[in-house]
């Protein structure tokens, strides 16, 4: 490994004011992406800010019909918290399918979003669930957040410090993944509202996205609806050596039905 | 100016002090600077889980986090699960249903086995799905889930 600098602020002032003086510093929560990028030299800051410490970013709270996880929370304690399980069990299961049990223990929710890989997890479920994302400086939400393959709203020194859900007792996610990674060739989270359904795709474009083509349809609709008749317009499909684009919308239209069921 | 770090861990019920580089893996403290060769490097990019630790009770892959990271945590190795004459249950297992071949992934399958029961985990699909990110070459992994859910129902 290259030569870099560890800071291990105890404060969110401190870490952001250590950011702003460093010449290319990175925030460092779980490290399940970060180390092994820095170890091949596909990212190299100069500083590396621990963040892991920092008590105003960790927690998971209920408040008015709203679920907040904070943004050091990892995806074991996502999986296992009843306060999820029981008010948005599709989002718990979904942290039960993140790589594996060693990534989950270290990975945390911040980090995985602030990554931004268009094949992980958390961005179906965020765009499905209509997510905000907490920093320090404003509120985001999810469709806004997510600009491009690894690239996010977020400006310089700003830190994610916590996730808000609403609360969706009505929710399911069905990953088809690489066996190597257990990243999504296609991931789908779709969630319940009382009035409409919302399915997210992840994994097969750029960046995750809303399946705005099926938006308008009730329950009843989409339970009998034909999804070959799906046209994607305006997606762009990944192509890679673990699919083709042509897989990948055919992975979507066939595993939506079962979505669906799952969700119901 | 020395660009080390002071840290204090628990390693193996037992507190050392270190002077370390930012840049220095766990795993390469565990083997390199305190001759804990038990830990395995086998595909060194997060994958094969041969160096599969304890950090606070919970699995890591130790090539995966920096050293200067776990300043304060304890540790637990393989080198703290049993002695060559007095095996732990876990490693009793393994033995009687030759859960290995050669040997070289079954630290870290010990180590998830050991998590495996603290999450009390039963079935055969909920073993074989929470053994992702523990590679295997030789065995074809049959006798490693037979060993663990053997484990498993031991008292």
């Known amino acids: 490994m290259y030569k870099f600098k560890y800071h291990k602020p105890t404060s969110l002032e401190e870490s952001i004011n250590l950011f702003k003086e460093k010449e290319f510093p990175k925030y460092l929560s779980g490290g399940m992406t970060l180390i092994p990028s820095m170890k091949q030299l596909l990212s190299s800051p100069t500083d590396l800010i621990d963040i892991q410490d920092i008590k105003e970013l960790k927690g998971i709270y209920e408040s008015e019909n709203k679920i907040i996880i904070g943004a050091l929370t990892t995806h074991n304690e996502v999986a296992h918290s009843s306060i999820i399980k029981k008010n948005i069990k599709g989002l718990s299961y979904l942290a039960s399918k993140i790589a594996d049990n060693a990534v989950r223990n270290s990975g945390t929710i911040g980090g995985s979003i602030c990554n931004a890989d268009p094949a992980a997890d958390y961005p179906a479920a965020l765009l499905s669930l209509n997510a905000t994302i907490n920093t320090n400086i404003r509120e985001i939400l999810a469709k806004d957040f997510f600009i491009d393959m690894f690239e996010t709203k977020l400006e310089g020194s700003e830190i994610v410090t916590s996730v808000t859900f609403p609360i969706k007792k009505k929710s399911f996610y069905l990953k088809f993944s690489s066996q190597a990674s257990k990243y999504a060739i296609v991931g789908m989270f779709g969630s319940f509202d009382g009035d409409r359904v919302s399915v997210s795709i992840t994994g097969a474009a750029n960046k995750a996205f809303n399946l705005e083509e099926i938006n308008d349809q009730s329950p009843n609709q989409l339970k009998v609806y034909d999804f070959d008749k799906l046209e994607f317009n305006e997606i762009s499909f990944n192509s890679d050596i673990h699919a083709s684009a042509e897989y990948r919308s055919s992975l979507i239209k066939n595993m939506l039905p079962d979505l669906i069921n799952n969700i119901f | ?155």
Not at chain 2, 47 to 66: E, N, P, T, Y
Not at chain 2, 68 to 74: A, F, I, L, T, W
Not at chain 2, 117 to 145: A, H, M, P, W
């Open chain 2, 1 to 155: 100016m020395s660009d080390k770090i002071p840290i204090v861990i628990n390693i193996n019920n037992k507190d050392v002090t270190l002077n370390i580089e930012s840049r220095l893996l766990l795993v390469d403290l565990l083997r390199n600077n305190l001759e804990l060769k038990g830990t395995h490097i086998g595909c060194d990019t997060s994958q094969c889980g041969s160096c599969m630790v304890m950090i606070d009770g919970k699995c890591i892959k130790s090539c995966s986090i920096l050293a200067v990271q776990c300043n304060k945590k304890s540790i637990k190795t393989i080198e703290s699960i049993g002695k060559e004459n007095n095996l732990s249950n876990v490693q009793k297992a393994f033995n009687e249903n030759h859960g290995l071949q050669c040997g070289f992934c079954t630290p870290g399958f010990i180590m998830t086995a050991l998590e495996c029961k603290k999450n009390n985990i039963s079935t055969e699909e909920e073993v074989r799905e929470f053994l992702d990110g523990n590679f295997c070459r030789c065995t074809g992994y049959q006798n490693i889930v037979k060993s663990i859910i053997s484990f498993l129902k031991m008292s």
